[in-house]
């Protein structure tokens, strides 16, 4: 198949199989991606993620581009990107048209909010799995503590979280290549 087709009925297969934006297609990115596609491994996922935080737009629109440039260069970034957001686009015209004459609805709210909490729980494990894969040694735990306290303690920024933690990777990477 065609991979610019391939990656956007892919990116489509995601957009169309997950609700709750960026955070709740991480799981889904993660199994279509990582395991079953290898277009990228699980740090690129992480790191994906992590410059999606920091760069204007949607997490899991950052992330498919970056994914589809990486398999198939500008135009798979493209192709990866639209392949994301066509299902979206497509529901919110249908909830558009229909959901103000049916918002009003306990059932409806009830649903809604089933969804957030089947959404949180799916992306549990994931987390748990991307942030084995990510902390490699003392430091990267120190600055994973630490940056934990920052966004749910503190209630940081994710972009400042992010940048904060890329600059003290930096910061120790370079010291202990100074060591030695």
Not at 2 to 17: A, C, D, F, H, I
Not at 55 to 78: C, D, E, H, Q, S
Request: glycine residues 12%; charged residues 10%.
């Amino acid at each position: 198949m065609n991979k610019y087709l391939n990656l956007y009925l892919t990116m489509m297969k995601v957009g169309v199989t997950t609700f709750g934006g960026g955070y709740a297609m991480l799981p889904v990115l993660q199994r279509e991606l990582v395991e079953n596609r290898g277009w990228i491994t699980e740090g690129d996922l992480t790191d994906y993620f992590a410059v999606g935080q920091c760069t204007p737009g949607i997490i899991a629109v950052n992330t498919a581009t970056f994914t589809g440039y990486r398999v198939a260069g500008n135009l798979g970034g493209v192709a990866a990107t639209l392949g994301l957001c066509t299902p979206s686009i497509v529901i919110i015209l249908i909830i558009a048209i229909f959901l103000g004459n049916f918002a009003d609805y306990p059932a409806v709210g009830h649903a809604l909010a089933g969804i957030r909490a089947g959404v949180c729980a799916i992306m549990i494990p994931v987390v748990i799995r991307l942030t084995r894969a990510s902390i490699v040694d003392w430091p990267s735990g120190l600055i994973f503590i630490a940056a934990v306290i920052a966004a749910a303690v503190f209630g940081l920024s994710p972009v400042v979280v992010v940048v904060v933690a890329g600059i003290c990777g930096y910061a120790i990477r370079t010291m202990q290549r100074k060591k030695t």
